[in-house]
């Protein structure tokens, strides 16, 4: 299967900040990544799908990039309701797998 | 506006058979741009798809789950269903149901079920 790469694994944060998380597969996806927030005791939500491409009603602060192994989930302004935890999600190659998380936390 | 709900037992003794439904609303679940798929988190640990399930029946599984994964489709109860033979300590957690979404040629799961824990204890 497919290794996802998610770095870094949590990151301290405040509102207005910049963040960026990279996540990394051990074989080339074509531009099939998603990325998906999860807040405690809640579901994962869809974020952007194709890499690059917002869900409808998703803030457009949240922006997607990369292709091939390498991706990243930006979120351009920080706002409290952003903490969280975030996974990215390949379903290029059978079977699907998940990055490990990166949890973001307040500072 | 779809909704995906899991229901089932919260307690499965070891070497049983855990069986979850995921109810839908708002969609038919042999809509043609649908498909259905499991995922499940254990405690404090990340996310695992378990399988997929098409609007005309077709599944793919997880290959980590060594075949004792079944999903399969009620058509007349607008649901779906997962079940896991011979469980043990290793597959408590909770469990999610979702949608798998097409925007061609990419696709996403949109929404989730709120998700059920389950325990696997004797």
């Known amino acids: 299967a497919i290794q996802m790469t998610q770095s870094p694994s949590s990151l301290s944060a405040s509102v207005g900040d910049r963040v960026t998380i990279t996540c990394r597969a051990s074989q080339g996806l074509r531009n099939d990544l998603a990325w998906y927030q999860q807040k405690p005791g809640k579901a994962p939500k869809l974020l952007i799908f194709?890499?690059?491409n917002l869900r409808t009603g998703v803030p457009l602060r949240f922006s997607g990039g990369g292709s091939g192994t390498d991706f990243t989930l930006t979120i351009s302004s920080l706002q409290p309701e952003d903490f969280a935890t975030y996974y990215c999600l390949q379903d290029y190659i059978f079977p699907p797998t998940f990055g490990q998380g990166t949890k973001v936390e307040i500072k | 506006q779809l909704q995906l709900q899991e229901s089932g037992p919260g307690l499965v003794k070891p070497s049983e058979t855990l069986s979850l439904t995921c109810s839908v609303s708002g969609a038919s679940i042999n809509s043609h741009d649908h498909s259905w798929g499991w995922f499940r988190q254990a405690p404090g640990k990340g996310l695992e798809w378990l399988g997929n399930i098409s609007d005309s029946g077709s599944t793919s599984y997880n290959p980590s789950l060594n075949s004792r994964v079944t999903i399969s489709l009620d058509t007349s109860k607008n649901q779906f269903s997962l079940k896991l033979t011979s469980v043990t300590a290793a597959d408590a957690a909770v469990y999610y149901c979702?949608?798998?979404?097409?925007?061609?040629?990419?696709?996403?799961?949109?929404?989730w079920g709120q998700g059920t824990l389950v325990t696997v204890s004797s």
């Open positions: 194709g890499a690059s």
């Open positions: 979702a949608r798998r979404w097409f925007e061609v040629p990419y696709s996403g799961f949109d929404p």
